[in-house]
């Protein structure tokens, strides 16, 4: 079963410092996307990208926010200053585009990010 | 603007009975309504899908039912079994690819033996 993966699993990070969560989506897929997690709470959409540029974001999605696909294989997701309300847990998904249509995302496992 | 409502917050169930978690969406454009299941520490997993042009679809013992008119679509979990224990959203969207998906708030789902 093709998987997305990302990495770290768990990151901590200083207030103000930047990080970058990498995923390698499934080969074969077109669309990528960064979802986020806050404990306990529901899936928020931050961005979607395409063709090597973004297609949708979030209002969540600010200037502090950068999504890279450096190579190919990696899809990144760049915080530049991170705040305490960044902690959250980041999936990385992918789906495949068909006909005009995608059926569902594919979610990694996730990097949990905390800010302290 | 919540655009997708999920109840209930929490559900316990014997093993062996009915689950059921509904939502409830907004917007009259989306076309394409997953429900996910996510186990502790993982991310979501696409269970089952429906589109709106049917009222129900059955994959094992999981069934989507579908309202349009209401704006209402409901998971049934047959003959729950203590392994459905986990969490699951409703999510709602256009099916145009790259549109963004909606996710409820998730259902936290125990099967008790």
């Known amino acids: 079963e093709p998987e997305v993966t990302q990495t770290p699993s768990h990151q901590v990070t200083q207030m103000g410092q930047e990080v970058i969560l990498r995923c390698v989506p499934i080969?074969?897929?077109?669309?990528f996307y960064w979802y986020r997690q806050i404990l306990g709470q529901k899936v928020e959409f931050l961005v979607s990208f395409y063709n090597n540029e973004i297609s949708e974001k979030s209002e969540i999605f600010d200037d502090q926010f950068s999504v890279e696909r450096p190579d190919g294989s990696n899809f990144t997701l760049k915080i530049r200053s991170t705040k305490l309300e960044d902690s959250a847990m980041y999936f990385c998904a992918s789906s495949e585009a068909l006909r005009g249509f995608h059926y569902g995302y594919t979610f990694g496992s996730g990097t949990r990010l905390t800010v302290v | 603007q919540q655009q997708v409502k999920q109840s209930p917050q929490s559900l316990i169930v014997q093993k062996g009975g009915i689950s059921i978690i509904n939502c409830a969406y907004e917007n009259t454009a989306f076309d394409y309504f997953p429900w996910y299941q996510q186990f502790p520490g993982k991310g979501p997993a696409l269970l089952i899908a429906i589109r709106p042009d049917v009222s129900e679809k059955k994959e094992g013992r999981f069934t989507i039912s579908f309202n349009k008119s209401a704006k209402q679509f409901s998971l049934h979990i047959m003959d729950s079994q203590p392994g459905d224990s986990a969490t699951y959203f409703c999510a709602a969207g256009p099916s145009n690819t790259g549109n963004q998906f909606y996710f409820g708030t998730g259902t936290s789902l125990t099967v008790i033996p």
């Open positions: 080969s074969n897929h077109l669309y």
